[in-house]
């Protein structure tokens, strides 16, 4: 990595997002004429990665495709976001993680979510990659992996002393309908960026709302994160840590698409922590809902994704 611009590390799953347009979408044993078909790279670790390049910091993404012809099309496209992918790993006999969204005439939606080489991801493959965690400055890593590669992630952090940001989304072992328990490492995250629902999951607490998210932030400090980010969609986000809880008000948009939010915000986040060593974590906190809140602008992800200079803009003319 060149030593003079910001180091980051992102750790997270890649998808190949297909997206057929239908008249209606198909019931079962039903055959229906497609209208347009798009396709594109997203996931939290194309998504996250390269918008911390685009907040100029230096960037290499941890991940994992398939053997198949969207592999070359995602490093092409991570190289356009100049995000590094030598450590986008190759599961040969797999496919690249896909996810399938038939949309109708109307705009409803129906999904099919493949994880593919996301659940070959392994700890031999964070092991090859424990220089570049030990040289950067923040490892931003999203949870909807392997449990057991994100936990050697944060232990290689820990020893090399670098920060680790945590989305803590349910590991691919664990189902929807299962309690969600995560292990101990989770919790000696520096900043821990769970969404309401995930938080209160995690926290096993039976209501989720604004009123209630200091509360489950301090539930998650007492456990052992340092911080606590807790978004809040369109309320913004709830900062937790020693020093107390405060509310981040989200930012007056034109919403457009909500499709990268979650991503937009941690990838602007983990560029902040990178670049501020003495960090603000409530001015960390609002630089990032203000990177969520123009990606919401825009249609699609990677290329809605906003730029350091029209974040700085929108933060500066609500000041």
């Given at each position: 990595?060149?030593?003079?611009?910001?180091?980051?590390?992102?750790?997270?799953?890649?998808?190949?997002?297909?997206?057929?347009?239908?008249?209606?979408?198909?019931?079962?044993?039903?055959?229906?004429?497609?209208?347009?078909?798009?396709?594109?790279?997203?996931?939290?670790?194309?998504?996250?990665?390269?918008?911390?390049?685009?907040?100029?910091?230096?960037?290499?993404?941890?991940?994992?495709?398939?053997?198949?012809?969207?592999?070359?099309?995602?490093?092409?496209?991570?190289?356009?976001?100049?995000?590094?992918?030598?450590?986008?790993?190759?599961?040969?006999?797999?496919?690249?993680?896909?996810?399938?969204?038939?949309?109708?005439?109307?705009?409803?939606?129906?999904?099919?979510?493949?994880?593919?080489?996301?659940?070959?991801?392994?700890?031999?493959?964070?092991?090859?990659?424990?220089?570049?965690?030990?040289?950067?400055?923040?490892?931003?890593?999203?949870?909807?992996?392997?449990?057991?590669?994100?936990?050697?992630?944060?232990?290689?952090?820990?020893?090399?002393?670098?920060?680790?940001?945590?989305n803590p989304a349910r590991p691919l072992e664990q189902s929807g309908s299962e309690p969600c328990e995560l292990p101990a490492e989770y919790f000696g995250a520096?900043?821990?960026?769970?969404?309401?629902?995930?938080?209160?999951?995690?926290?096993?607490?039976?209501?989720?709302?604004?009123?209630?998210?200091?509360?489950?932030?301090?539930?998650?400090?007492?456990?052992?994160?340092?911080?606590?980010?807790?978004?809040?969609g369109r309320r913004g986000c709830m900062v937790v840590d020693r020093n107390g809880a405060d509310h981040i008000p989200a930012f007056d948009i034109e919403l457009?698409?909500?499709?990268?939010?979650?991503?937009?915000?941690?990838?602007?986040?983990?560029?902040?922590?990178?670049?501020?060593?003495?960090?603000?974590?409530?001015?960390?906190?609002?630089?990032?809902?203000?990177?969520?809140?123009?990606?919401?602008?825009?249609?699609?992800?990677?290329?809605?994704?906003?730029?350091?200079?029209?974040?700085?803009?929108?933060?500066?003319?609500?000041?």
């Open positions: 990595m060149d030593t003079s611009v910001p180091k980051v590390v992102v750790i997270g799953g890649t998808y190949i997002d297909i997206a057929v347009r239908c008249t209606e979408i198909p019931s079962a044993g039903e055959s229906v004429v497609g209208t347009a078909l798009s396709y594109s790279v997203s996931g939290p670790g194309p998504n996250q990665a390269a918008q911390a390049a685009l907040c100029r910091c230096d960037v290499h993404l941890v991940s994992k495709v398939g053997g198949d012809p969207f592999n070359p099309f995602v490093k092409e496209n991570l190289a356009e976001f100049d995000v590094n992918s030598d450590f986008v790993f190759l599961a040969e006999p797999r496919n690249t993680g896909t996810t399938i969204t038939l949309v109708n005439s109307i705009g409803d939606n129906a999904s099919c979510m493949i994880c593919g080489a996301n659940n070959a991801l392994n700890i031999a493959d964070i092991e090859s990659a424990e220089n570049i965690i030990s040289e950067a400055d923040i490892c931003l890593i999203h949870g909807r992996l392997p449990q057991a590669s994100i936990i050697k992630a944060i232990r290689l952090a820990e020893i090399h002393g670098t920060k680790v940001i945590l520096d900043i821990l960026i769970p969404n309401l629902y995930e938080a209160a999951d995690i926290t096993e607490r039976s209501s989720a709302n604004i009123n209630t998210a200091k509360l489950i932030g301090s539930d998650l400090i007492a456990r052992g994160v340092g911080c606590a980010i807790i978004t809040i457009v698409d909500q499709t990268c939010t979650g991503d937009s915000f941690a990838g602007a986040l983990a560029a902040y922590c990178a670049v501020k060593k003495n960090i603000d974590i409530r001015e960390a906190a609002r630089f990032a809902c203000a990177a969520g809140a123009l990606v919401c602008t825009k249609f699609g992800s990677l290329e809605a994704l906003p730029t350091k200079a029209e974040i700085i803009e929108l933060l500066q003319k609500n000041d």
